[in-house]
Each structure stands twice: as C-alpha cells, then as structure tokens.
C-alpha cells in the first residue's frame, strides 16, 4: 500500500499557480498572433512581460525584507499591467477576437487588484507597527 503523499501549500502558492497559468496562456496568445511586423513586435513585448510576473512573484516571496518585498511586488503588478495594455492593443487592433483574449484579461485584471492589494497590506501592517518597509521581519 503506498502512503499518500502530504503536500504543504505555502502562502502564496495559489497566486504564484495564477500566474504560471496566465504566463502559459499569454504564450499561446503570441503565437496566435499575426505573423506581421506589428505582430511580431507585440508577441515580443507581450511574451516578456507576461512571463515576469511568476518569478518576479517567487522573487518577492523570498525577499529579505519587507521593503525587498513590497517593491518586487511593485514590479509584479507593473509587468501586469503592461500585459494588460499589450492584450487591449491587440483587441483595439482586431488581431485576435475577443474571446480568446477575455479569460486572459480577467485573470490578468484579477491578479493586478490582488497584487496591489498585497502592497497595500504589507505598506499598511509597517505602519501600524510603527516600523520602516526596509526593516527585516524578523
């Protein structure tokens, strides 16, 4: 009889499992995209930025401070963001329709507002404890 395995699920293994899922689908959007010059050059911008937030995500889960942490956060949610512009200019274009591009903006938008949501937490724990963001937790 095989023991089952007991897996841990750390806080913020649910996000980070978003955002891998949200980089895999930008990646098959890219390569739905046009075979044009603009395409071309919107696969490039989009493809890098959304595949940073994942390890820049993982990047801020092992930071040495809260500082450390709130700011790659900030570079998180700026690559999100970018994302989000990348995929409404391929809408606004008429490079892909609508419903291929949808799931990706919702999870995209989704992330943003958790991710900011977290800065905002961590910003606002510092102060309530009457601490600098650049202290270490500990």
Known sequence: MRKK????????????????RLAVALVRICDRLPETRAGGHIASQLLRSGTSPAPNYAEARGGESDKDFVHKLKVVLKELNECLVWLAVIQEGGMLPEKILGESRGECTALCRIIAASIKTVK????????SPGRSLG
């Open 124 to 131: 606002n724990r510092c102060a309530t404890e009457n601490k």
């Open 5 to 20: 395995e007991i897996r841990t699920v750390a806080k913020g293994d649910d996000i980070q499992e978003r955002l891998i």
